[in-house]
């Protein structure tokens, strides 16, 4: 267990500028915060107050909510009886809402001048599912940020600090909420009752099924977290793993583990971007990369593969995406994951088409990522006395509204979860069926 730096423990840290993509960690160190505290009395609001209000729900599609002012005053634009509401302490910000209801709705929260009754996921998904019938972005507005993110390349030096901004603020923290082998992607739920852990080790074997994985076999993991993939494919299959990443927080974790394991002669766990992957492989595996590739770079990521990975081969991407294009919302790209984009299946697309890619199976698995999410939700919360220890109110609170937004995005659609398999060329070899997928068997016993 690595101990986490003392850089990131927000009750040590030292004061930093703002930046355009500030961690909890960087916001809760910083000595002047976005938000002052509300003051004692902000006032009674105004007519404009409570109309600009209306109107940025009526906008936001009617969702079924209430917002309580700071004078008590309570606006809706729901038609049925709610029970779950916001409660905005004062004007500030209430305007501040006007120019980016996604940024400045969790930095409020994260800060305290809103808070929310009635459940935060609740919440959030009341306002996912107003918002999904509407375009809340507009159409010039969504086409400027698209713009922008196409001219915001994730290069290899932007890739390393969006990566170190997630995943390097320590392995005990994650350690806290994750299952034991961390596996920080969506699990696979066989039965909606299976435990966090049992429901990991099924997303694994499950992947391992779909590329067809035999004994001997080379496989190359783009991204591979803290190693639990690349270990469970060498322990249970009997492969050869090269794993690239760029944490190396997680490496560290993940090479002491493979060590422990016996396994250092079956798995090379790599620092390095997967832009660098040289070699020849069986299978590619990606498994909760492809949100930090970058759009732009998606032919490139195509051009890789087919460097890479032999004829007939089968590969797999799993990822976070969406129903259609649109970029995520500017609080979780600046504050959660900067650099991130969830492809719609088309975008998605833009790996396979240019190499000629034989796309063998598209799987959604969305509602499995609604069970893992609430499981991480409920372990961060049965060990909020231990966050505490570590990192400020404001961190916690972020992290909350992170996991809680996030089970709501799944629950009502907003976000999907996708797994593709593919073959570099006209593969015949491959099952007839998807019957060995579910056949109840142990782990690492493979047919197809």
Same mark, same amino acid.
Request: net charge negative; glycine share 6%; proline share 1%.
């Given at each position: 267990m690595n101990p986490i730096n003392s850089e990131y423990k927000t009750k040590q840290a030292s004061s930093s500028e703002s930046s355009d993509s500030e961690s909890p960690v960087e916001l809760a160190s910083q000595q002047t915060p976005l938000f002052q505290p509300p003051s004692p009395t902000s006032g009674d609001s105004s007519k404009l107050d409570r109309w600009l209000m209306r109107t940025m729900l009526e906008k936001a599609g009617n969702p079924e909510v209430e917002v309580v002012l700071w004078d008590g005053s309570v606006i809706t634009t729901a038609t049925t009886p709610v029970s779950v509401r916001a409660h905005i302490r !004062? $004007?500030?910000?209430? @305007?501040?809402?006007?120019?980016?209801?996604?940024?400045?709705?969790?930095?409020? @929260?994260? *800060?305290?001048?809103? &808070? #929310?009754?009635?459940?935060? #996921?609740e919440f959030n998904e009341a306002i996912d599912q107003g918002t999904h019938k509407i375009d809340t972005q507009g159409f010039y507005r969504d086409r400027f940020r698209r713009c922008l993110g196409w001219l915001k390349r994730n290069t290899i030096d932007a890739a390393r600090h969006n990566i170190h901004h997630h995943y390097d603020i320590g392995n005990d923290f994650y350690q806290l909420w994750l299952d034991k082998q961390l596996a920080y992607t969506c699990a696979y739920f066989p039965d909606p009752d299976d435990t966090l852990e049992a429901a990991q080790i099924a997303k694994m074997d499950h992947v391992c099924r779909k590329v067809g994985l035999k004994p001997g076999d080379s496989v190359v993991e783009a991204g591979c977290g803290w190693g639990a993939l690349a270990i469970h494919m060498a322990k249970h299959y009997g492969v050869n793993v090269r794993a690239f990443n760029i944490s190396r927080e997680q490496l560290a974790y993940a090479r002491e583990r493979a060590r422990r394991e016996g396994l250092e002669k079956q798995v090379e766990f790599v620092e390095d971007d997967w832009r660098n992957i040289t070699g020849s492989y069986d299978s590619f595996v990606s498994v909760g990369m492809l949100e930090h590739v970058g759009l732009k770079n998606y032919e490139e990521l195509g051009r890789v593969i087919a460097r890479c990975q032999r004829p007939h081969g089968r590969g797999l991407i799993h990822s976070i995406g969406c129903n259609s294009p649109r970029v995520l919302d500017s609080w979780t790209t600046k504050r959660i994951f900067p650099g991130a984009h969830v492809p719609s299946m088309s975008e998605f697309m833009r790996i396979f088409e240019p190499q000629k890619f034989s796309v063998l199976d598209v799987e959604n698995?969305?509602? +499995?990522? %609604?069970?893992?999410?609430? +499981?991480?939700? &409920?372990? @961060? &919360? *049965? !060990?909020?006395? *231990? #966050?505490?220890?570590?990192?400020?109110?404001?961190?916690?609170?972020?992290?909350?509204? @992170?996991?809680? %937004?996030? #089970?709501?995005?799944? $629950?009502s659609g907003s976000l999907q979860l996708f797994q593709v398999v593919f073959t570099n060329g006209a593969n015949n070899e491959i099952p007839w069926t998807r019957a060995g997928l579910y056949q109840d068997r142990e782990s690492g016993s493979v047919e197809g």
């Open positions: !004062n $004007r500030s910000t209430l @305007y501040k809402l006007l120019f980016d209801p996604s940024l400045y709705f969790g930095d409020g @929260y994260s *800060q305290g001048t809103i &808070e #929310v009754e009635g459940g935060l #996921v698995i969305r509602l +499995h990522y %609604a069970r893992t999410l609430e +499981h991480w939700l &409920e372990r @961060y &919360e *049965q !060990n909020i006395d *231990q #966050v505490r220890d570590m990192f400020d109110e404001t961190f916690i609170r972020t992290w909350r509204l @992170y996991l809680s %937004a996030s #089970v709501a995005a799944f $629950r």
